[in-house]
Every structure is written in C-alpha cells, then in structure tokens.
C-alpha cells in the first residue's frame, strides 16, 4: 500500500469526492481542500468525515480551508501537508455562469493554478501536480478533439482553463516541474451539481414523475458532448500523475451524444416522451455555444492503459435510478406513476418568453 500524501483542492466537489475514494483505497494519506462559504457544501464526502476521526493527527483524510484567490492559504495547505501529489480540482466550473462572473472565474481558474505551481516550484520539492484542463478547451474546434487539436474557447471559462494549461506546460518546461494536465471531456455521476444539463435533465424526470414539477426548462439542446462517468475519469488521472514523465492526455469516451438525445434516453427510461415536458427558455442559452464536443483518448489508450468503464446508456440509467431513489423510488413504480402523465396529444397554454421544443428547434 501507498504512503504518498495527495492533497485535491476542492475536494468536496464532484470530481474530488471521486478522487478521495479512489487515492484512499489505494492507501493515501488524503488532504482535501474546501474553501469558507456560509453554509458549508460537504455532502460528497459527509461518509468519509463519518468514516474517519478527523482528530487523530494520523487520520487519513482530512480537510482544510484553502481558497484559490489566497494565496496565503493556499501556501499554507501545502505546507502543512507536504504533499506528494497536488490534484488541483478547485475551480469554478460553471461554463455558462463564467458569462456573468468572467472576472472572478478567471481569478479562481487561471490564477488560482498558478499560485499552487508558483508555490510548489518555491518549496523545490518534487511534488507532482495535476491541473484539471477541460475540453471546453477546444471550443469551436471541430470534432473529433485529440491533444493536438487547436484550443478555441467560447467562454471566459475556456479562456481560463486554457491559461491554466498553459500554465502548467510552461512550470513543466521552464522549471523541469511534474506538472500535467488532464484533458477531461464532460464526465456526470450522481453527485453532478444541480445546474450541469444531464443531472438537471435526470433530476427534473424524478420530480416530473412524483409531481413536484410539470415542465423543464433548457437552453439549446442541439449541442452534441463526450460524456463519461466522473468515477472512470479519476482513475485516469491518477495514471496520469503515476506516468513515468509529465505529459498531457485527453479523457473521453470516443462517443457523442446531443442533449435532445440525452433527452430521449432518460426519459424514455420511464416511459415518457420529453418532448411532452420540456420546454425552451433563452435565459439558459449562452452568448457563444461549444456545439460538438468528441475526444480522441488514443494517446491514454495506448500509454496508460486507460479506458472508460461506463457506457453512456449505463450513465444515464445510474443518474435517473440515484435520482428516483432520493424520491423512494425505483425505475418501475417511477415507470407506474408516469403512466398517468401520459398523454397522446396535449395543447398547453405557455408564458409568452417560453416556446414549446416542438417550435423553438
Ligand atoms: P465542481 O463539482 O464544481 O467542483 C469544483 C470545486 O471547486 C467545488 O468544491 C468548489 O467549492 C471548489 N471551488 C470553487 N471556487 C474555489 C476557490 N476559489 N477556491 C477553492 N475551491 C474552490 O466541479 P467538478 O465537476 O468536480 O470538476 C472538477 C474540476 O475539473 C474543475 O476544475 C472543472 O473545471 C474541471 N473539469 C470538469 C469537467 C466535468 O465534466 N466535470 C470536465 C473537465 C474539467 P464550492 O462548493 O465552495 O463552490
Ligand atoms: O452544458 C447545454 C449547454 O453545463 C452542456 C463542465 O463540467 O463540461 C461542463 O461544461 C450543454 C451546453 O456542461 C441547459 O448550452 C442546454 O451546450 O452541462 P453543461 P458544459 O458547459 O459542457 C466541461 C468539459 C467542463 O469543463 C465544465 O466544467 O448543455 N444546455 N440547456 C444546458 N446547460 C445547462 N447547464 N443548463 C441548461 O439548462
């Protein structure tokens, strides 16, 4: 078993409570970052705060307050525990609110790596760092993506990202730092946040379905994303950051789906047909769209043996069945109260900023 020390910034989202799971069976020492807000988000990881005593100066895993924008805690946390690998995770990851909070979102994800890397190269230790890069990357770049693909970012959240890698290639080349970049294609679990498309789309059918909503409203559906299971993703990564030399890998399925047909595919799971529920706004479109999103992960294929575990029909059927379980129930009695919302041919009378899917595709 391991004696490394791992420290993951924000540990406490969807990737970093992954992550946590993964590193700690491996026998980790687990650090994980989380940063002050006013009540705080720890539900991923609640089971591991449950699972280990904190106290113990020995425990296995444990969190501290690190905010990306201080860089004074952000030193702190890596003095503190001395790590061996720095999974940096911490971000704002929100593509279409980097719209409204440009500012901050460039702040948090292009200067926040920076101070990790500028600290780790300070301290001279040979801790190997990992910058969670992202497909929105490649932006208006047509399919498919590989790592030789031409960045284009359609968003201050692109932009940000694409500073980070380079970033990090730049510590890499300049300072001979272990310093590597993941270029993950969208990846969804249950633990998705509540405003990402596919666990909007899944949770909405769960409520759809025991009546505490009547209709869902989306943005632009002909957009086409790579989308994998964030459990498969971080055993990519930590081959990336065990690699015998620091390097950049793209992390994806190879498939692509539009969210119409993420659409198509959960709802039909309970037997009803979205086009009957969901609805068009324009407050959830973007000012510029990223319309095709298809990685190429051959290079992480063939040099750390990775490939992905969950097929995207397996994706969509673990989201909806976790979101019915939080609602008591199951695929089949979900499958029994739909019936009910069945309904041929249905005239609705609709606001007048809302348009039916039917017309506004
Ligand atoms: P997530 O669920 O939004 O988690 C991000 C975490 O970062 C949250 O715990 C958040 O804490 C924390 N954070 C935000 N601002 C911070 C700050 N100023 N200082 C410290 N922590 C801060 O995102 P995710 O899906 O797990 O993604 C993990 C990383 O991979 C992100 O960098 C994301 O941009 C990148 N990525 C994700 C995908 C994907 O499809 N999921 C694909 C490619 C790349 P709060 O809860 O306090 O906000
Ligand atoms: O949008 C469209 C939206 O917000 C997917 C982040 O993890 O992956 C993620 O970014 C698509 C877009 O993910 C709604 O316009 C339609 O075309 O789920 P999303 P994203 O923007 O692809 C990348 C790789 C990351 O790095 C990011 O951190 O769905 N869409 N209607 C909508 N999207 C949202 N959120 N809400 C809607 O109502």
Redesign the pocket.
Known sequence: MSKKTALI??I?????SYLAELLLSKGYTVRG???R?SYP?TERVDHLLKAYDERDPQCPFKLMY????DVSSVRNAIEECQPDEVYN?????HVGISFITGESTLE??AL?PYRILDTLRRTGAKTRYYQ????EMFGASPPPQNESTPFLPQSPYGVS?TTAFYLTRVHRVAYGMFACNGI????ESPRR?LNFVTRKITRGIASIVTGEMQTLALGNLDAKRDWGF?GDYMEAIWRIVQHHEPDDFVIATEDTHSIRDFLKDTFSLVDLDWNDFVMCEDRYKRPAEVPALLGDASKARRILGWKPKTTYRELCQMMLESDLRAKGLTMESARVLAQKLRKPSRTRAYPANVVPMAKAS
């Open positions: 910034t924000g406490a989202g969807q990737d970093g970052t989380v940063r807000a988000h690190a905010d990306l924008t995770l911490a971000a704002q990851s948090i994800n926040g969670a890069s992202s497909s990202k993950l294609f969208n990846h946040g964030a």
